[in-house]
């Protein structure tokens, strides 16, 4: 068997844990008179939230009755054993053709020859990019070549219940807080409300697994000046007096008892976390969760994440991807869905920011307008959540597998498993380093 198959194949046990003006967008569903000819059928697969598979539907509805010789197959899921379904599925040749990937892991797949490279569709017309951004485009060239493209854009955002803060007559956050406000503030909200003499709201959900150890230790980290890889991408720069401080910080919120005990949070239901069950008044989380927690709580606030500990970081990233995958069955047809998706108005109006805000400029201004009110106030903190005196690192491929591994090693920590956050770091250093030297 070849080295990359049986990498490949060794995915399945460790990925499953994981997560300006242009021109008007071209049409998006000029089928090939050849695809046309007779029924054909195309799987799409994804992972997410019952509003992202309502109106993902309802999208892909509107492209078959444009359509009628094809028919699309949905395939999704919540995210847990996401990635082991697909690693399987690809390794059997049996992989979806048109697939969402996380914008962490897309070098995996192209590593491991599982994507088509997606210039020929763009120098037929097939798919436009005329108006996404080419500096997002440009982060998943891999050797001049186009592999995947943007659904939309997220961030992390800090969410809060205002009936909570309401209650324990606590300010709501601005953009202006400082990591020392939202603590504060988060021991003025964790309160014992029912008199029976234990807490029963946290001021803070956790720190680190709902946002996603690419989001938010990276975020600690950098604001405190430091790096998650060597500048040529082989090994690991987190295991530092930054990366220490970082996790010590994740663990601080535990030690002052403003977010509930983890073993609480570890038992919750997959896909649901403190904020939902109305355990915490605030979470740092990602901006696509703004529809799930509106309809766990109605009376719902949005705001920029604070600022930082020795400098001020903040940055958007692609929330999903779209790509093609190598088991496609009519890949032009495949392109011409993808391409519907990422570039239709009437598409765009039904998707809105179920994969983060759209990366299609004209239907990002167009979708602002009927949004909302909580939708728009989501979109008013992407925008100011910026910042350039910072490089933001890409990821290497064999991301996925670290983002597995140190996400069970902070929980680790957290459990008290290690004494110290640098016994943690220089496990997590070792083990990465090792991934990443199968990948050279």
Not at 172 to 183: A, C, F, G, K, R
Not at 204 to 232: C, H, I, P, Q
Not at 362 to 376: D, H, K, M, V, Y
Request: negative net charge.
């Amino acid at each position: 068997m070849k080295k990359k198959e049986v990498i490949l194949i060794l995915l399945v046990v460790v990925l499953g844990m994981m997560i300006g003006c242009g021109k008007k967008p071209v049409e998006s569903t000029n089928v090939s008179a050849t695809a046309r000819e007779a029924t054909k059928e195309v799987r799409f697969m994804w992972w997410g939230s019952d509003a992202r598979h309502a109106a993902t539907v309802e999208a892909m509805k509107l492209f078959e009755s444009r359509n009628p010789n094809v028919k699309l197959q949905a395939e999704y899921s919540g995210f847990s054993g996401y990635f082991d379904k697909l690693t399987t599925q690809l390794s059997a040749k049996t992989g979806p053709d048109l697939v969402q990937l996380s914008y962490t892991n897309v070098a995996d797949y192209v590593t491991f020859e599982q994507l088509l490279p997606l210039d020929p569709f763009i120098e037929k017309g097939i798919i436009s990019v005329d108006n996404l951004s080419e500096a997002t485009l440009d982060m998943y060239r891999f050797d001049g070549k186009l592999y995947a493209i943007p659904s939309g854009v997220s961030t992390t955002l800090l969410f809060y219940n205002k009936d909570m803060f309401d209650a324990a007559g606590a300010a709501y956050p601005d953009e202006s807080w400082t990591w020392n406000e939202y603590i504060e503030t988060a021991k003025k909200l964790t309160r014992d409300t029912n008199g029976d003499g234990k807490i029963d709201v946290w001021g803070t959900g956790e720190m680190v697994k709902v946002a996603g150890v690419d989001m938010s230790f990276k975020k600690y980290l950098y604001e405190r000046n430091g790096s998650l890889w060597t500048d040529d991408l082989s090994k690991v720069a987190f295991n530092s007096e930054a990366g220490a401080a970082a996790l010590e910080f994740i663990k601080s919120f535990q030690t002052m008892g403003i977010t509930p005990p983890i073993e609480m949070t570890a038992a919750n239901p997959d896909g649901v976390d403190d904020f939902q069950l109305g355990r915490v008044a605030m979470i740092i989380a990602s901006s696509p969760n703004t529809m799930m927690y509106q309809e766990a709580v109605p009376n719902l606030g949005i705001e920029r994440v604070p600022a930082g500990i020795e400098k001020d970081v903040f940055w958007v990233n692609p929330s999903m991807m779209y790509s093609i995958t190598k088991d496609a069955k009519d890949p032009e047809l495949t392109a011409s869905l993808l391409n519907f998706m990422v570039n239709d108005e009437e598409a765009g109006s039904i998707l809105k920011v179920v994969r983060g805000t759209p990366s299609n400029s004209i239907i990002r201004a167009n979708i602002g307008r009927s949004l909302s009110p909580i939708e728009q106030t989501m979109l008013a903190c992407i925008q100011k959540t910026t910042s350039t005196d910072f490089v933001n690192e890409p990821f290497p491929a064999g991301f996925m597998e670290i983002f597995t591994l140190m996400t069970r090693e902070i929980q680790n920590y957290l459990f008290g498993k290690y004494k110290s956050a640098r016994e943690t770091l220089s496990i997590l250093e070792t083990e990465s380093n090792k991934i990443l030297a199968r990948y050279i």
